[in-house]
């Protein structure tokens, strides 16, 4: 054990007597005091790789729709030619979901009683009372195509209401101008 360390040491010694090794040293000494650290690893200098520049695969058609996006035609257009595709046995059903949608999506700005009063309504230019006689001669199309696209102060919720979530908010609109009208 002790013929080891002596072998040790002697190895050292000469190690250190070599040109090179002084070299060797200071690295470690550097290493272990400095912490220094390679050009990649320090974050302000390290390259920055871009995703859009690199290849974009297909979509799997399990994970997202494959009719793609949905186009606006123009407001006109979908208020002239877009008809409900729901089937009136399911109108209720509809309703009792439009309701629960409105609650998440609309009542920010409409309020709970349709009025344009809700809490975000303060801060911007008030929406339309959605139970007044202005709102109840638009067509089902003319409040879809606001609904999934948006207007002149209303945002578009086409990336948050669905298709059939859309029709169910009018369903749940036209119930409540059937039954309460201003």
């Given amino acids: 054990m002790l013929r080891g360390a002596v072998l040790l040491a002697v190895g050292a010694l000469a190690a250190l007597s070599a040109g090179g090794a002084q070299?060797?040293?200071?690295?470690?000494?550097?290493?272990?005091?400095m912490l220094r650290y390679p050009a990649i690893r320090d974050m302000r200098r390290?390259?920055?790789?871009k995703p859009q520049k690199g290849l974009l695969l297909?979509?799997?058609?399990?994970?997202?729709p494959v009719s793609g996006l949905e186009?606006?035609?123009?407001?006109?257009?979908?208020?002239a030619t877009l008809v409900d595709p729901t089937?009136?046995?399911?109108?209720?059903?509809s309703v009792k979901r439009g309701e629960a949608e409105f609650a998440k999506i609309c009542v920010p700005c409409h309020g709970k009683t349709l009025m344009g009063d809700g809490p975000v309504a303060?801060?911007?230019m008030p929406p339309p009372d959605l139970l007044a006689e202005p709102t109840r001669r638009r067509?089902?199309?003319?409040?879809?195509?606001?609904?999934?696209?948006?207007?002149?102060v209303m945002p578009a919720h086409g990336a948050q209401v669905t298709r059939e979530q859309a029709w169910d908010v009018i369903h749940y609109l036209r119930h409540l101008q059937k039954t309460s009208p201003r």
Wanted: aromatic share 8%.
């Fill in 87 to 93: 089937a009136p046995a399911d109108l209720a059903v």
């Fill in 122 to 124: 303060a801060l911007f």
């Fill in 23 to 33: 070299k060797g040293c200071q690295d470690l000494r550097r290493s272990a005091t």
């Fill in 139 to 152: 067509t089902d199309g003319f409040i879809y195509s606001y609904i999934r696209h948006g207007g002149v």
């Fill in 58 to 64: 297909l979509a799997d058609s399990a994970s997202v």
């Fill in 46 to 49: 390290t390259v920055v790789l």
């Fill in 71 to 79: 186009r606006d035609p123009g407001r006109e257009v979908l208020a």
